[in-house]
């Protein structure tokens, strides 16, 4: 797989590292960023405080999104790409360890591209990333790099 970049958007440092590990495992060799809290990601996503000198044209390919950080929770973090032009059109998958209806709800109304429960068990959750990763960064058309009006 080429180097489109993956936004690892968790605050949990196991299931930052079993992603990571998960990724390597399914020769998923592109980079990733890791951002552990909602605040982070957004900054990273704008370039904006410890992300200023980074180029904002360059989004990544997915955002692998838990909704349950600290700071900005997940589904503010997607309720503000939404709102604006430049990461309207990002695709955006929930993955996280909720189960709550209105989530995957809520998640869905501020248009998710997906919604995905981290499975407990560490083959299934491999399974899991080799499918988000041949999907998002090999079979899917990414929807163009520029601003939507």
Do not use: H
Not at 20 to 44: T, W
Not at 46 to 57: I, K, V
Not at 93 to 99: A, F, R, Y
């Amino acid at each position: 797989m080429d180097q489109r970049t993956i936004l690892l958007v968790d605050d949990n440092p196991d299931d930052q590292a079993l992603a990571l590990r998960a990724l390597r495992q399914n020769n998923i060799l592109n980079g990733v960023v890791v951002a552990s809290d909602g605040a982070e990601a957004l900054d990273y996503l704008f370039a904006a405080g410890a992300y200023a000198e980074r180029d904002p044209a360059a989004l990544p390919e997915v955002v692998l999104l838990d909704l349950k950080l600290p700071k900005i929770d997940g589904l503010e973090v997607l309720r503000r790409l939404r709102a604006d032009g430049r990461t309207a059109l990002l695709p955006v998958v929930i993955l996280t360890s909720s189960n709550e209806e209105q989530d995957v709800i809520t998640g869905y109304k501020l248009a998710a591209n997906s919604y995905i429960r981290k499975p407990v068990d560490f083959t299934q959750f491999c399974e899991a990333v080799r499918q988000l990763g041949m999907y998002w960064l090999v079979l899917n058309q990414a929807p163009p790099r520029r601003p939507v009006a």
